[in-house]
């Protein structure tokens, strides 16, 4: 089984910057992408940034220049850093390991975290 452990959530202010984190274990074979999503109150989930093993990257719209997220391949890790942030960030932001396989002949299956609570307000 594989799990995604996130960390660095919390309360900032705008205009402020927050890191977060997020560890996949377990017995993973290959993943091909890791990435972050977020929900707020009342909204569907949406995909804020993801990237591939190969290092691709993908922002939505939204947070272009102002998120960056990178991706440490031995460790199984990705991170996200948020800058400028604004209240319209504020929302739980959920990790993804997609299309991971937990061996050669596995079939692939995307996993998600429990989510961490974003919060940007004065």
């Known amino acids: 089984q594989v799990q995604l452990v996130e960390s660095g959530g919390g309360l900032v202010q705008p205009g402020g910057s927050l890191r977060l984190s997020c560890a996949a274990s377990?017995?993973?074979?290959?993943?091909?992408?890791m990435g972050w999503y977020r929900q707020a109150p009342g909204t569907q989930r949406e995909l804020v940034a993801a990237i591939t093993s190969g290092g691709s990257t993908n922002y939505a719209d939204s947070v272009k220049g102002r998120f960056t997220i990178s991706r440490d391949n031995a460790k199984n890790t990705v991170y996200l850093q948020m800058n400028s942030l604004k209240s319209e960030d504020t929302a739980v932001y959920y990790c993804?390991?997609?299309?991971?396989?937990?061996?050669?002949?596995?079939?692939?299956?995307?996993?998600w975290g429990q989510g961490t609570q974003v919060t940007v307000s004065s």
């Open positions: 377990g017995s993973i074979f290959s993943m091909y992408a």
């Open positions: 993804n390991a997609d299309r991971v396989r937990v061996g050669a002949l596995r079939s692939p299956k995307d996993y």
